[in-house]
């Protein structure tokens, strides 16, 4: 029997294992680079500077490997408005629940003024920034977790880069792979963050088809977190898959560690589908702040991004005083399984042996 | 169809093309979050007004849509700009706007 592991994205990369990290930790991504599988980091909310000196940083520890680097493009923008706007915008009866929150639970204030307090938005002219660096530093592999990346194909291509676009529905990736998108991610409702509404089970096969002939490598996500969903994605079709709450416990994370203890502990059920923290429907773990904007005492939760300014303080100040009782972060279903802080290249190793044995335990 | 350029802000050439002008569309949509590394996805139905702006070398173009029928609970705005590879218009979703009714 041929190795089952071995994949078209295995040829296409390089890469001795098809598995993806998606992290936001430069050492999470080096550790499983350097272990065999591939990783794309996460960054979003750098600029541009930011984003060239991880580059560098990178590249001078995984030894002319590839990696990735994943953008959040917008593909649907209303006109902005600045912070003081916004938070003149937040009615006053959310504000007092937000403040009735913080007494009963004694929130503390954070340390620092959440991001949003400075930052602001992403909008295309930032997004284009980002993107100048992608291309300067003629980055292996640009991944575009949200928006389509067709736009910047031509370009990508003449320098040697591969796109990938990360889609929720079947039609989003059909579009994808007809402009010509190296890969496609296809992601489920079982995911963390900001997800489809279409399960992992349902998703991956509905792409695969799409991608039928193309030449396309498919790469599931949403829940994977064992070498059985990796053997699982393999039997849909998939190429190879996406892992994100796999990494947030792993001894190179830089999650803090109540954190990682409170993923740690989290069951599936323990995540939840809810827009209570940014106004969009998001999964991340159960805390204090979803249990009372669920309560029936609640009021409305308010559209974007409003929302994420009312949580944003529940939030930060749970990070900076390390209150584990009132944190919460994006975590996918399959979290049930990540059970111990073990480093990144033992993940990625116990992943693997679980799928072979998978594949073993079939071929008889 | 017409197209202007800015000097300076804003970062993006407008332009107009008639033949878009209310053709019933919807967009898979969404943004990044401020404040998180995450995004959030978001659906539109409407009609185009015709509108668009091109940004960056690529041209990377948007399209505004309008008379909005369906959109996110609590998004408060009548109209939103979409990436153009983002729209599938109801008549045809399985081509592109620009395969459809050429803008250029």
Redesign the interface.
């Known amino acids: 029997m041929n190795n089952p592991l071995h994949t078209p994205l295995c040829d296409k990369l390089g890469i001795e294992y098809p598995v993806v990290a998606f992290t936001h930790c430069k050492d999470v991504a080096v550790a499983v680079i350097n272990a065999g599988g591939f990783a794309v980091l996460g960054e979003a909310l750098h600029t541009p500077d930011q984003i060239a000196s991880d580059i560098r940083w990178i590249r001078e520890r995984i030894g002319g490997k590839p990696f990735g680097i994943d953008l959040v493009l917008p593909s649907s923008v209303p006109e902005e408005k600045t912070v003081d706007e916004l938070l003149a915008m937040i009615p006053p009866q959310q504000r007092e629940f937000e403040q009735q929150i913080k007494r009963k639970y004694d929130v503390p204030a954070p340390k620092i003024a959440p991001d949003i307090h400075h930052w602001g938005g992403l909008d295309q002219k930032r997004a284009l920034d980002q993107l100048e660096v992608i291309f300067d530093e003629r980055v292996p592999v640009f991944a575009s977790g949200l928006g389509s990346p067709a736009f910047l194909l031509k370009r990508a291509h003449e320098l040697g880069m591969q796109v990938w676009g990360l889609v929720g529905k079947p039609r989003q990736a059909r579009r994808q792979i007809e402009a010509g998108t190296d890969v496609i991610i296809a992601q489920g409702f079982d995911a963390a963050g900001h997800t489809g509404n279409i399960g992992t089970f349902s998703i991956v096969p509905q792409v695969v088809d799409a991608a039928r002939g193309t030449g396309v490598p498919v790469i599931a996500a949403g829940g994977v977190t064992t070498g059985r969903h990796l053997a699982a994605a393999l039997a849909l079709g998939a190429d190879g898959v996406w892992t994100g709450s796999l990494w947030l416990t792993s001894r190179e994370s830089d999650v803090n560690m109540p954190l990682k203890e409170r993923l740690l502990e989290a069951e599936t059920e323990d995540t939840i589908y809810s827009n209570c923290i940014s106004g969009y429907t998001m999964r991340t773990t159960r805390c204090p702040w979803h249990d009372e904007w669920m309560s029936d005492a609640a009021p409305a939760v308010l559209k974007p991004p409003l929302q994420m300014i009312l949580s944003s303080n529940y939030i930060q100040g749970s990070l900076d005083y390390q209150r584990k009782d009132l944190m919460t972060e994006a975590a996918g279903q399959g979290i049930h399984y990540v059970k111990e802080m073990k480093p990144a290249p033992q993940i990625l190793s116990d992943l693997v042996e679980e799928a072979l044995d998978v594949f073993d335990r079939f071929a008889g | 169809m017409s197209s202007t350029v800015s000097p300076g802000e804003p970062?993006?050439r407008e332009g107009f093309a008639p033949a878009l002008c209310t053709v019933e569309a919807e967009?898979?949509?969404?943004?990044?979050?401020?404040?998180?590394?995450?995004?959030?996805?978001?659906s539109?139905t409407g009609r185009l007004t015709g509108h668009y702006r091109d940004?960056?070398p690529?041209?990377?173009?948007?399209y505004l849509?309008a008379s909005l029928t369906r959109k996110?609970?609590?998004?408060?705005?009548d109209?939103?700009?979409?990436?153009?590879?983002?729209l599938?218009l109801v008549s045809d979703?399985?081509r592109?706007i620009e395969e459809v009714l050429p803008t250029e």
Do not use: K, M, N
């Open positions: 970062p993006f967009c898979d949509g969404g943004r990044p979050i401020e404040g998180t590394h995450f995004a959030g996805r978001q539109f940004y960056g690529y041209p990377w173009r948007w849509l996110p609970e609590g998004f408060a705005q109209a939103v700009w979409c990436d153009a590879a983002s599938y979703p399985g592109t």
